[in-house]
């Protein structure tokens, strides 16, 4: 059984939690806060598919969801994943391209390592990482994902600021390191209001689309975008 067809049969296992079982509960002397957090988590299906399938995190049938639906991972390609910890959208990148493909990841914090991708520790922002991330991946890069948020108040309006700036610095990154006609996917808020980077994207990409897949949790704010056909030339 090949990854995509592992991870498309686990999709369909995560859709409803598993019946007839009882539910965790998590013990007494915890906040109000933890104790709902700790038990959603608990007996959120797509923990325990995590868990099931050997994936680091949940995180992962997003990333799965998200090219089921847009086909951006390709056997053979260099894919970037930055904010990469735990691992496990590289997990899910280096199934679907395949042994002939790249998967580099790079993060502040250091990375267990996972057979088959390759971690950098180092800050986005550097700037020397796309020198060393082009020599990393052996060239330019075909995808660039990112997964990466920063810490939120529970302000909305200063959270969708910073989440925007997180991926805006994903985009300065994926310029520089962007393979002509290549793919950039990365987190967003969803709220009203303008959004600078996809109005970055359609000017740099064929097509810019948006989604929220089933495994982000529906009290999130979370929608992911997906940009493709990447232009080294801007339209203005």
């Known amino acids: 059984m090949t990854g995509n067809d592992r991870i498309r049969r686990q999709r369909r296992r995560t859709r409803q939690p598993h019946g007839g079982g009882e539910r965790v509960r998590p013990k007494a002397g915890r906040t109000t806060g933890s104790r709902q ?18 994936y680091r995190a949940r995180a992962a049938f997003k990333l799965a969801e998200l090219d089921d639906k847009h086909r951006f991972l390709h056997r053979g390609a ?20 395949g042994a002939k493909g790249v ?18 520790r180092g800050d986005v922002h ?22 990466m948020a920063p810490n939120t108040t529970g302000h909305k309006p200063t959270d969708r600021l910073r989440v925007e700036a ?20 990365a987190k967003l808020y969803q709220s009203g209001g303008s959004d600078a980077v996809t109005d970055r994207l359609k000017q740099r990409f064929d097509r810019v689309r948006h989604m929220k897949p089933p495994a982000s949790r529906g009290e999130s704010p979370e929608i992911y975008v997906v940009a493709t056909g990447y232009s080294t030339k801007s339209e203005g």
């Open 37 to 54: 957090w700790l038990e959603r988590h608990l007996n959120d299906p797509y923990v325990a598919a995590a868990h099931r399938e050997g």
């Open 78 to 97: 260099r894919v970037l994943d930055l904010g990469a910890a735990p691992g496990s959208w590289c997990q899910v990148a280096r199934e679907r391209v």
């Open 103 to 120: 998967v580099v990841g790079v993060d502040l914090l250091e990375v267990e390592p996972l057979d088959g991708a390759v971690f950098l």
């Open 126 to 147: 550097d700037p020397e990482m796309p020198g060393r991330l082009r020599e990393a991946l052996g060239g330019a890069a075909e995808v660039v994902l990112s997964d």
């Open 166 to 185: 997180v991926a805006e610095a994903a985009l300065d990154l994926a310029e520089a390191v962007l393979a002509p006609g290549g793919a950039f996917v």
